[in-house]
């Protein structure tokens, strides 16, 4: 999930904080892909905006997603992240 910080126009936080005992990592160590995901989806936002000269708000969601969907970040499915 993509959040706004408030206030500072033009940052995007994504990222997830976890804390778990040394035996769960190894499970933990399956989101990586889910965050790379995530950081890629922000990134193609930033770049959106910054090509078209609006705010990060301004840009066109339903391109994000359809872009995201084509290089197979996203399955198309409202909500559910690959």
């Known amino acids: ?39 890629y989806a922000a990134g193609v936002a930033a770049a959106m905006a910054a090509k078209s000269g609006q705010s990060i708000h301004q840009i066109h969601i339903k391109a994000l ?8 970040n996203r399955n198309g499915h409202k909500g559910h992240w690959i």
Do not use: C, W
């Open 1 to 39: 999930m993509l959040e706004y910080l408030h206030g500072f126009d033009g940052i995007l936080i994504t990222g997830l904080g976890v804390s778990a005992h040394r035996d769960a990592i190894p499970v933990i160590r399956i989101m990586q892909a889910d965050i790379q995901n995530q950081g």
């Open 65 to 72: 997603h359809k872009h995201l969907v084509e290089k197979g």
